[in-house]
């Protein structure tokens, strides 16, 4: 018989870092989260790592925005600023994965450059393979584009080949839904669309498992070295497909919305909130996710080493 067991390794903890705060900024809508300063987020990242998480993944949020993002490959734009702060602490110990995306960046929300109103999918293109380069200069040992234009893939592997930065792996997130679980991940990156949604560039969700397992396939041909399914708990189906279908790993992201979920449930007394936890990364596991991205990757990474 086998069974699934979740284990620390397995577990990612994406972390906000915000420019110009004194002092963490809590998340309302993500109890225990925060937006950390650049000296937290090392505190952080090393309790991290010491509890056994397989790594870290890093939004920023900028003091300024503007409409290409210019803030996402400044050298000296937080994001990088605090890539270079971890390697530096951290070396190899863990592994630093970049988000990979504009939204945090721009005035206007939206995942890439506009014109006319609407997101241009190939300037776009353009800007991110410079914030690939950018942020493996700084110390990321992975990048995560995860704006969802066509061809991203292709146009950050090329972007960091030319730069000599062949050996960063991408982590596509190559199945990401058009989902209202992102809610509270907009209040801590701050990168809410200040006018119109998402649809454009990520997938309706009543769309078939066939045609996200098109999608993977296009990543994988463009150089994806890593896939992701986003949402978690609400595309299983998804994870046990792709799993089934491709032979590199497979990283899911328990969203901000899944987080809210239980720790509002649970603030109420009406789950047991360890346990919740527990079973939904296990579930995650168990359809067939190498790798979970979650926000209780830290807190979990402890309890698994406590019950060994
Ligand atoms: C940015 C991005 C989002 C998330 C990760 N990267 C937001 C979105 O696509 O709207 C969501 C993560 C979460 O909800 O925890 N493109």
Redesign the pocket.
């Known amino acids: 018989m086998t069974s699934t067991r979740v284990q620390a390794a397995d577990l990612v903890l ?1 972390m906000f870092v915000k420019e110009g705060i004194a002092d963490p900024a809590p998340v309302s809508s993500m109890p225990g989260v925060v937006q950390h300063t650049l000296d937290s987020l090392r505190k952080a990242a090393v309790e991290a790592v010491e509890a056994g998480v397989g790594g870290v993944l890093l ?1 920023g949020v900028p003091a300024a925005k503007d409409a290409r993002g210019s803030q996402a490959d400044a050298a000296d734009g937080i994001v990088n600023r605090a890539l270079e702060s971890l390697r530096a602490e951290l070396g190899d110990a863990t592994v630093l994965v970049a ?1 990979l ?1 504009l ?2 960046y721009t005035d206007h929300g939206h ?1 890439g450059i506009l014109s006319g109103g609407s997101v241009a999918n190939d300037e776009t293109l353009a800007r991110y393979a410079a914030v690939a380069v950018a942020q493996a200069a700084a110390g990321a040992h992975v990048v995560a584009p ?3 234009m066509d061809g991203q893939v292709g146009a950050i592997r090329s972007g960091l080949d030319e730069a000599g930065f062949a050996e960063i792996p991408i982590l596509a ?1 190559s199945a ?1 839904y058009a ?1 209202c ?6 209040e ?2 701050e ?3 200040q006018f119109g949604d ?1 649809e454009g560039y ?1 997938q309706d969700p009543s769309r078939s498992v066939e045609e996200a397992l098109r999608e993977v396939a296009l990543d994988l041909a463009e150089g994806a070295d890593f896939v992701m399914v ?2 978690a708990l609400a595309y299983l189906d998804v994870i046990r497909a792709l799993r089934a279908a491709v032979d590199v790993p497979v990283a899911a ?7 809210a979920m239980i720790e509002a449930a649970a603030a109420q007394g009406w789950l047991d909130r360890r346990r919740a936890v527990l079973e939904t990364l296990t579930a995650i596991r168990r359809a067939g996710a190498d790798v979970v991205l979650t ?1 209780w990757a830290a807190e979990a990474a402890g309890w698994l080493a406590a019950s060994r």
Request: glycine share 12%.
């Open positions: 994406p939004f988000d995306c939204c945090e995942c995860s704006g969802m997130y990401k989902s679980f992102y809610g509270p991940f907009r801590a990156a990168g809410a669309p998402r990520q986003k949402p992201y328990q969203v901000s919305g899944e987080y926000y």
